[in-house]
Every structure is written in C-alpha cells, then in structure tokens.
C-alpha cells in the first residue's frame, strides 16, 4: 500500500522559511519521481516542484530562487524547503508520486504566511 504522509506545515511571517517533509512507504522510492503540488480553495491544483529518481529538479516559475525540493533515498522522504515566503504562498501543500500509472497523494499540509 502506497502511503504519504507531509508535516511541516503552519504559520508564518512574509520573509520567513518553512520546510515541509512528506515521508513515502510502498514504493520502491529511488525509482520515482515527487512532486509538490498546491492548492488554495476553489482553485486548482499546482505543481510547485519536481525531483526525479536521478535527482534532476524544477520549479514552478514564481518559487524559482525561494524552494528548494531534495530527496533523501535513506530514509524515503521528499522535502521542500521554502524561504522568503509570500502571503501568495498560503496554500495547502501536497506531495505526490506515481506508480505504475497511478497518482498516490498524501493528505496535504496547510501553510498560511501573514502579510
């Protein structure tokens, strides 16, 4: 059974960091690619960054120089780091990967940043 399951999410000032951490189980994990989505409601969903089983990454262009998305193939966990965080950046955040054609998200994790 494919699971995620993302922390590190909460509250933060404009110009603060965040690091949120999505932790996957029932995959071979070095062998695909995550992702990080997000979504503010009633809107659509929005891949924020991607990292490949080889490590290659990209970003959305407005997180371009503020996220960072890395792996860790130890301990099967994808994070992105996110600094100077905007008030546009509340959302909630979401992690996901594929197997075999199918998409596995996790439940998502809210982040909110105060003007």
């Known amino acids: 059974q494919v699971r995620l399951v993302e922390s590190g999410g909460g509250l933060v000032q404009a110009g603060g960091s965040l690091k949120l951490s999505c932790a996957v189980s029932?995959?071979?994990?070095?062998?695909?690619?995550l992702n990080w989505y997000r979504q503010v409601a009633g809107e659509q969903r929005e891949l924020v960054a991607s990292?490949?089983?080889?490590?290659?990454?990209s970003y959305t262009e407005s997180v371009k120089g503020r996220f960072t998305i890395s792996r860790n193939n130890v301990w099967n966990t994808v994070s992105l780091q996110m600094n100077s965080l905007k008030p546009e950046d509340t959302a909630r955040y979401y992690c996901?990967?594929?197997?075999?054609?199918?998409?596995?998200w996790g439940q998502g994790t809210q982040v909110t940043v105060s003007p």
């Open positions: 029932g995959i071979n994990f070095k062998l695909h690619e």
């Open positions: 996901k990967t594929r197997r075999q054609g199918l998409d596995y």
């Open positions: 990292i490949t089983s080889t490590g290659s990454t």
